[in-house]
């Protein structure tokens, strides 16, 4: 593990070989189990504190690393850093880009600061660890270089995208991609916010993380390498979760979730919550009137992805329908709404009895004691922290598709986070349950990809102010042109007329809370029916960026309320205040896809866009892309 002798299987950049030549110490893990234990420091402590000395300000804990039974809980000592900032991507190299680049922000070329970190890292302890972006069944030879006092985010990449062992490295492996950690820099070149820096070319994609908080980096910055990969060769990594969904009766549906963050990709591979055998549909945010429904028997899920669906031009085939697979090893699981035993008696049982240590992150642990996903830290104002997260192995989930094979999708499903909206407070919250939509509206939702009401993820979480993140609810993490993705997102759909679009909201619709219900109902609904609907259910709502409703719908005999199906017949809402609503959501994507008229746009998108900022009624949308599973 500690020898020199195992870089020159590397092939490498000058300057990147320099730096495993100088360093003082390079470890190269053989094992997982060893990279798990230098988590906790030389001295194989039980609670191992994370330092950095800084130049005129002395030392600085970023973190601390608690053994727990169960693995390592690793906790951040600022509020800042338990969430990923979106404002965290810069761009240091001249290849064509939408995002800030870093000399734009910065002031100076990225290339001197690329050298002042590889000095640096030339001078450290380092981990050298290979690992496969995009998992290890469909990934690409990737390395990360960091430094050994923060071995907890080597593992954090190990867990998620496929521990590469040295012993397996063929002399020449010549990674695609290379993140390199520099903690220090956070602080002495960035005032203490988090920055993550890509720089690309044609046959390498690197990622520079100055901070130590996986999620920008070594979670979204491999969706970006990925992205980046894909753009060359043609392809989408889309920002979802998938599952097979088995009904009582032995149908197999396959549905893919997409959405911004938060809005409930994870969900769509819960199984539905129930309280005492009995299923709480919604709850009145004026009244408190609950609403319940009784399931003999719910769907089964057979997991596939959980955020990040790879669609790698060789996976496709002639059926018409999207075919995907995991993009990742493993999984970065947010447990914010696992606040006590018993709430996800899946993850819980793992995490509590795995199979191997797991790695948590913003949890309360304890030295010597397990790890519970239901106790979170608390952030400085004495609240749990909003991003409780824990990395669960795809291996170790239950029912998961085996082998990551590729899957072909027969429902592709939006998810939006809404608030509450009454004619008296209107707002954007006045999607019903589920809305069926074609392949132009489809696209447009994708465009602007609405993050929606109290989002927990991320560091800016507002209210209900409508904010966007973008193309395919994943442009936070490409550094390519907004115009690129757009155009390849919209072949992509118009390539798989048999998927089915539809749109599902959660937290909110119309006057009541529903939290995730509308996404495990919506599952159950069409797993029933085999993926399919007939035309004669379908009613075009209201406003056109919805789609058609549904007149009615029948779960093991009981009806589904229309109000919940067509927001505009709630009695605190009406029609008064729907069209509020829709006029909010509306005047909002008008504002977002205007940027996309651009020469370098597909003309059918050109089209599609014209459509929504004419106001054009639903039947024109459909008359453009027609429902081939109508």
């Known amino acids: 593990m500690f020898t020199h ?4 299987k590397y092939f490498l950049p000058k300057d990147v070989q320099d730096v495993l030549t100088k360093a003082k110490v390079l470890c190269f893990p053989e094992t997982k189990a060893q990279l798990v234990e230098m988590c906790f420091g030389p001295t194989h402590s039980s609670r191992y504190d994370v330092t950095y000395p800084i130049s005129g300000k002395g030392t600085y804990k970023a973190a601390e690393v608690v053994r727990c039974k169960n693995g390592p809980v690793v906790n951040y000592m600022e509020d800042y850093m338990r969430r990923r900032d979106p404002d965290c991507m810069r761009i240091g190299d001249d290849l064509p880009t939408d995002k800030p680049r870093f000399k734009d922000v910065y002031g100076y070329d990225f290339a001197d600061l690329r050298k002042e970190t590889l000095d640096w890292l030339s001078e450290q302890s380092l981990i050298i660890l290979p690992f496969r972006a995009g998992g290890k069944y469909y990934g690409y030879d990737s390395l990360m270089i960091c430094p050994m006092n923060a071995a907890f985010f080597a593992l954090s990449i190990a867990n998620m995208q496929g521990f590469v062992s040295v012993c397996d490295v063929e002399p020449g492996f010549k990674p695609r991609a290379i993140i390199y950690v520099a903690p220090p820099f956070r602080y002495t070149h960035f005032k203490g916010k988090q920055v993550v820096v890509h720089n690309r070319s044609e046959e390498l994609h690197e990622v520079f993380s100055y901070n130590l908080y996986p999620g920008p980096s070594a979670k979204k910055g491999v969706f970006s390498i990925l992205l980046d990969i894909g753009e060359h060769e043609g392809w989408i990594t889309n920002h979802a979760s998938a599952a097979m969904v088995e009904s009582p009766y032995e149908n197999e549906v396959v549905f893919m979730h997409e959405g911004a963050s938060g809005g409930g990709k994870s969900e769509m591979l819960e199984e539905i919550h129930k309280e005492d055998g009995k299923i709480l549909i919604a ?16 769907c089964k899920i057979h997991p596939i992805a959980d955020d990040m669906v790879m669609t790698r031009t060789d996976l496709q085939n002639d059926s018409k329908r999207l075919v995907i697979a995991d993009a990742e090893d493993g999984w970065f699981l947010r447990m914010d709404g696992d606040t006590s ?48 997260r824990v990395i669960i192995p795809r291996n170790m989930i239950t029912d998961i598709i085996p082998g990551n094979e590729p899957q072909e999708v027969n429902v592709r499903s939006f998810g939006v986070r809404m608030p509450p909206s009454t004619a008296e407070n209107p707002s954007y919250g006045v ?13 447009l939702w994708r ?40 155009n390849m997102l919209l072949k992509q759909i118009m390539d798989t007329p048999k998927t089915m679009n539809i749109l599902i909201p959660n937290q909110h619709i119309g006057a009541y809370h529903v939290g995730f219900m509308g996404e495990w109902i919506t599952r159950e609904y069409l797993a029933r029916r085999g993926g399919r609907i007939k035309t004669k259910h379908l009613v075009p709502a209201r406003c056109p960026l919805f789609g058609y409703s549904l007149d009615e719908m029948k779960l093991d005999g009981q009806y589904v309320r229309q109000t919940f199906l067509r927001p505009e017949m709630q009695s605190k809402l009406g029609l008064e205040g729907y069209d509020a609503g829709a006029k909010i959501l509306t005047d909002y994507f008008k504002k977002e896809i205007v940027q996309f008229m651009t020469d370098d746009l597909d003309p ?18 459909v008359k453009l892309t027609p429902m081939m599973y109508k």
Request: net charge negative.
């Open 5 to 8: 002798s195992y870089k020159e």
């Open 283 to 298: 709850t009145h945010t004026i009244t408190g009137e609950k609403y319940y429904l009784n399931f003999g028997e719910s």
């Open 341 to 388: 035993y018993g709430k996800n008696p899946e993850y819980e049982k793992i995490s509590i009895h795995p199979s191997e240590p797991l790695e948590f992150f913003n949890m309360d642990g304890v030295p010597g004691a397990t790890c519970l996903i239901w106790e979170h830290i608390k952030d400085s104002d004495g609240k749990p922290c909003s991003n409780p």
């Open 431 to 443: 999607m019903g349950l589920m809305q069926f939509v074609p392949a132009s509206i489809a696209w």
């Open 447 to 486: 465009l602007v990809s609405p993050r929606g009401f109290k989002n927990p993820s991320i560091a800016d979480t507002g209210g209900s102010e409508l904010k966007s993140e973008g193309v395919g609810s994943y442009w936070p993490f490409s550094t390519g042109k907004k115009v690129t993705q757009a």
């Open 604 to 621: 059918l998108g050109r089209q599609i866009i014209e459509l929504c900022l004419n106001d054009a009624p639903l039947e024109e949308y």
